[in-house]
């Protein structure tokens, strides 16, 4: 079993930035590639960014593009999410997400995910 925190959203003006973290315990992140999804209110989970196991390969949902950046680091089981240039539409509720299956791409299918976090608010304003 694998538990998964995340912290560090909050309130921000449009153009401000967050790190998001993912502290994991219980197994070691090195198993698993990650990903990060976010849900706003009306709508459905949505991928945002997925990491393979040994940060080799990333996948960006095109919107976040060029604004967030994910990192791990599996000595300290962490994932990171920065996020630069922030948007009201990025204003989610983010989950971080484990993928315990060897793929040979980044997973974007929530269902393909085996463990979640209770999620972390981010809210952004114009």
């Known amino acids: 079993q694998v538990q998964l925190q995340e912290s560090g959203g909050g309130l921000v003006q449009a153009g401000g930035s967050l790190r998001l973290s993912c502290a994991a315990s219980?197994?070691?992140?090195?198993?698993?590639?990650m990903g990060w999804f976010r849900q706003a209110p009306g709508k459905e989970r949505e991928f945002v960014v997925g990491?393979?196991?040994?940060?080799?390969?990333?996948y960006y949902k095109d919107s976040v593009k060029g604004r967030f950046t994910i990192s791990r680091d599996n000595a300290k089981n962490l994932v990171y999410l920065q996020m630069n240039s922030l948007k009201p539409e990025d204003t989610a509720l983010y989950y971080c997400?484990?993928?315990?299956?060897?793929?040979?791409?980044?997973?974007?299918?929530?269902?393909?995910?085996?463990?979640w976090g209770q999620g972390t608010q981010v809210t952004v304003s114009s």
């Open positions: 219980g197994r070691t992140i090195r198993d698993f590639a």
């Open positions: 997400a484990a993928d315990l299956f060897v793929r040979s791409y980044i997973e974007t299918t929530s269902g393909a995910y085996n463990y």
């Open positions: 990491i393979s196991r040994n940060s080799g390969n990333t």
